[in-house]
C-alpha cells in the first residue's frame, strides 16, 4: 500500500503529532554494546519489597476483578490522607480523587475534558515530551512560553501573561521540571495563582517529582488560594515510589471536573489495574521511609553530577529536584541532537538531546541520574574524553 494511500486512512490530528524525539535515541542505544543510558526517567530502585509482596498477596487472595471506576475506595482515602499531611491539599476521596493509568492518562483524560477545538493551552517550556501532543490529540493548540538557564529554567506569571488570548483556557506546570529540574517557590507560585485567578485559567499541575525537592519543601500549585477548584493536580507512584512499571497515577480535581474526567476514564480503561493498585495502598502506608532514602541517594548524585559537569566544562545549573541534570553543550558549536548522536556513537553514552523537549530545550541535554554512581562517574569520564577531542 502507498504511503498516500495509507494517509488518506488516518485522521489529519493524529498525521500532524510528531513521534516522540526521545525514541531514536534509545533505539540507537538498544542495537549497541557498553551503554551507560542517563536517558531513561525512570528510578534505579527496585519497588520496595513489601509493596510487591502487597500486590502479590492480593493476587493469592484472587483480589482480581475490576475495582470502583474511580479506584479502590480504600486507596482513594489514603491518597487524600497522603495529600492531605504531605502538602496541605484537602480533597474528598469520594469525589475529587480518581486513580488513573499512570500520570500521563491523568493529563490525558483532563485535557480532553476541558478543551474544545482550538482553545489554547500555555505549557512552559522545556516540558515533557508529551504535553503538547496530548493538547493536539484532545483539539486544542498548545502554546510555548520558554524558560532559560539564565533564570533557573523558571517561569514568571510576566511571561505567562505575555502569551494569553481570548482564546486561553488552561495552563500546564511541572513542577520540580522534567527535563530542567527546575523548582518554583510559594512567592513565585503565587504570582502565577493570581494571574490565573485575574484570567479564569486552569491549571495542570504535574507534581510527579514533588517528593524528589532536594532544598526545598515542595509548594503544591492547588494550595494557594483559592487554586483549589481551578487546578487539576496530576501526580502518581512511578517516581518517588519507584513504581514506573506498574502504570498508577492519580488525579484531584473538583467534583464537576472530576466527573468529566472519570466518564472518559470509564469509557477508555474502566480502572486502573486492581493488583497495582493494592501495592500502591501498602506503598502510601509504609513508603516514607523508602522514600526518604532514595532522595538522599539521588540529591548525592546530583551534586556529583552538577559539580563534575561545571569542571569538564558544561554549565549546569543545579537542579532543586526530579532527577534531571540539564547542561549546556553550546560552546560545542553542534546542536542538542548532533551531539547526544556524536556522544552515543563515539563514547556509548546516551542522553537525550534538549530540543525534544521544545524550543527552549534547544542547546542542552538532558541527563538522568537515577543511575549508579559508578555508571555516572563512568559517563563523566567518558563525556571528558569526548569534549576534549571536539576542542
Not at 479506584?71 to 495529600?83: A, C, V
Not at 486544542?140 to 502569551?163: H, L, P
Not at 542522553?351 to 538532558?366: A, L
Request: aromatic share 8%; hydrophobic share 40%.
Amino acid at each position: 500500500m502507498t504511503q498516500t494511500k495509507l494517509n488518506t486512512r488516518l485522521s489529519k490530528r493524529v498525521q500532524e503529532i510528531k513521534p516522540s524525539g526521545i525514541r531514536r535515541f534509545f533505539d540507537l542505544a538498544s542495537k549497541m554494546d557498553n551503554i551507560i543510558s542517563l536517558g531513561v526517567g525512570e528510578p534505579d530502585f527496585v519497588t520496595p519489597w513489601n509493596v510487591r509482596e502487597a500486590s502479590i498477596s492480593s493476587l493469592e487472595r484472587g483480589f482480581t476483578a475490576y475495582s470502583a471506576n474511580a479506584g479502590l475506595f480504600e486507596l482513594r482515602k489514603e491518597i487524600s490522607n497522603y495529600m492531605s499531611n504531605r502538602f496541605s491539599v484537602n480533597y474528598d476521596p469520594e469525589t475529587e480523587v480518581l486513580v488513573t493509568v499512570g500520570a500521563s492518562e491523568a493529563i490525558d483524560i483532563g485535557m480532553r475534558a476541558i478543551l474544545d477545538e482550538g482553545d489554547e493551552v500555555i505549557i512552559v517550556e522545556p516540558s515533557f515530551v508529551s504535553y503538547v501532543p496530548l493538547v493536539q490529540m484532545a483539539g486544542g493548540v498548545a502554546v510555548s512560553v520558554g524558560t532559560s538557564n539564565e533564570n533557573q529554567f523558571k517561569v514568571s506569571a510576566k511571561q505567562i501573561e505575555a502569551a494569553i488570548t481570548p482564546r486561553t483556557k488552561a495552563l500546564m506546570l511541572c513542577f520540580p521540571n522534567n527535563p530542567t529540574g527546575a523548582t518554583m517557590n510559594g512567592k513565585e507560585m503565587q504570582e502565577i495563582a493570581d494571574l490565573a485567578e485575574c484570567h479564569d485559567l486552569l491549571v495542570f499541575s504535574d507534581e510527579i517529582y514533588a517528593e524528589l525537592s532536594y532544598d526545598e519543601k515542595h509548594v503544591s500549585f492547588a494550595s494557594l488560594p483559592n487554586m483549589k477548584d481551578r487546578t487539576i493536580l496530576i501526580s502518581g507512584f512511578s517516581k518517588a515510589f519507584a513504581m514506573t512499571g506498574w502504570r498508577l497515577g492519580f488525579v484531584m480535581a473538583s467534583p464537576d471536573l472530576l466527573a468529566a474526567m472519570l466518564k472518559l476514564h470509564q469509557y477508555s480503561l474502566m480502572c486502573a489495574p486492581t493488583m497495582a493498585q493494592y501495592g500502591a495502598l501498602e506503598a502510601l502506608k509504609s513508603g516514607m521511609d523508602d522514600i526518604e532514602r532514595m532522595k538522599q541517594s539521588y540529591k548525592q548524585r546530583r551534586n556529583f553530577v552538577v559539580k563534575s559537569f561545571g569542571e569538564i566544562g558544561l554549565p549546569c545549573h543545579t537542579p532543586g529536584g526530579a532527577f534531571y541534570a540539564f547542561p549546556s553543550v553550546e560552546k560545542t558549536g553542534l546542536t542538542s541532537e548532533q551531539f547526544a548522536e556524536k556522544l552515543l556513537l563515539e563514547e556509548r553514552i546516551a542522553v537525550v538531546p534538549g530540543y525534544v523537549f521544545g524550543e527552549g530545550g534547544e542547546g542542552h541535554i538532558r541527563c538522568s541520574y537515577a543511575t549508579s554512581m559508578d555508571n555516572l562517574e563512568q559517563s563523566v569520564e567518558r563525556i571528558d574524553r569526548f569534549l576534549r577531542k571536539l576542542m
